[in-house]
């Protein structure tokens, strides 16, 4: 069993950043598929971003591409999603998900843990 924590959501204004963090601790990270999704009031649960177990691949939903950063630290069990140029569209509760697939799959039900979530708040 996996255990994820996320951290580092708020409130920001459009145009500023803020960077989320997710910590797992339980069983090996290292062999994790690793991913990003939010949820938006009222809307489903979409993917955002993924990486692989050793960070050498990466994928990203159309609409952060070039705003969005996914990373990961093996050492320390944890991965990372480094948010710029936010925008009011991006307020949602955003999701650490954990697969043991070694491809990124941008599909809800491929992932087997999740964390809590945390709210991220764009103001315009």
């Known amino acids: 069993q996996v255990r994820l924590v996320e951290s580092g959501g708020g409130l920001v204004q459009a145009g500023g950043s803020l960077r989320l963090s997710c910590a797992a601790s339980g069983r090996s990270f290292t062999g994790l598929t690793m991913g990003w999704f939010r949820q938006a009031p009222g809307k489903e649960r979409e993917f955002v971003a993924g990486?692989?177990?050793?960070?050498?691949?990466?994928s990203y939903t159309d609409s952060v591409k070039g705003r969005f950063t996914i990373s990961r630290d093996n050492a320390k069990n944890t991965v990372s999603l480094q948010m710029n140029s936010l925008k009011p569209e991006d307020t949602a509760v955003y999701y650490c998900?954990?697969?043991?697939?070694?491809?990124?799959?941008?599909?809800?039900?491929?992932?087997?843990?999740w964390g809590q979530g945390t709210q991220v708040t764009v103001s315009s």
């Open positions: 990486i692989n177990w050793s960070g050498g691949s990466t």
């Open positions: 998900a954990g697969d043991n697939d070694g491809t990124i799959n941008r599909l809800e039900r491929a992932f087997h843990y």
